[in-house]
């Protein structure tokens, strides 16, 4: 089981910005896709934003444009920089690391995400 650590959610107002980061426990440069998913209040997790260890991206459309997802492999960490932000982003932000070998999934804790308006 990877180990992911997530930080960076907070309170903002509309058209501020976040990033949120998350630190796993294994190396993130083969072998695997990381992802950022949210889940607002009553309804389904959702993806939001994922990287493969190729470096190819893909986001949700509610996001394109307005979120970046980027890694450091080095530090084995992920990045979500959220800019322009509006209200229905307010969600708590789950990573994601899927295993492309074996196909398991690991999750982080999840940060809290709220836009004001």
């Known amino acids: 089981q990877v180990q992911l650590v997530e930080s960076g959610g907070g309170l903002v107002q509309a058209g501020g910005s976040l990033r949120l980061s998350c630190a796993a426990s294994t190396s993130i440069s083969r072998f695997n896709s990381m992802a950022w998913h949210s889940q607002a209040p009553g309804k389904q997790r959702e993806l939001v934003a994922r990287i493969t260890s190729g470096g190819s991206t893909n986001y949700a459309d509610s996001v394109k444009g307005r979120f970046a997802i980027s890694r450091d492999i080095a530090k084995n960490t992920v990045y979500l920089q959220m800019n322009s932000l509006k209200p229905e982003d307010t969600a708590v932000y789950y990573c994601?690391?899927?295993?492309?070998?074996?196909?398991?999934?690991?999750w982080g804790q999840g940060t809290q995400v709220t836009v004001s308006s």
């Open positions: 994601n690391y899927h295993n492309s070998i074996t196909g398991r999934d690991s």
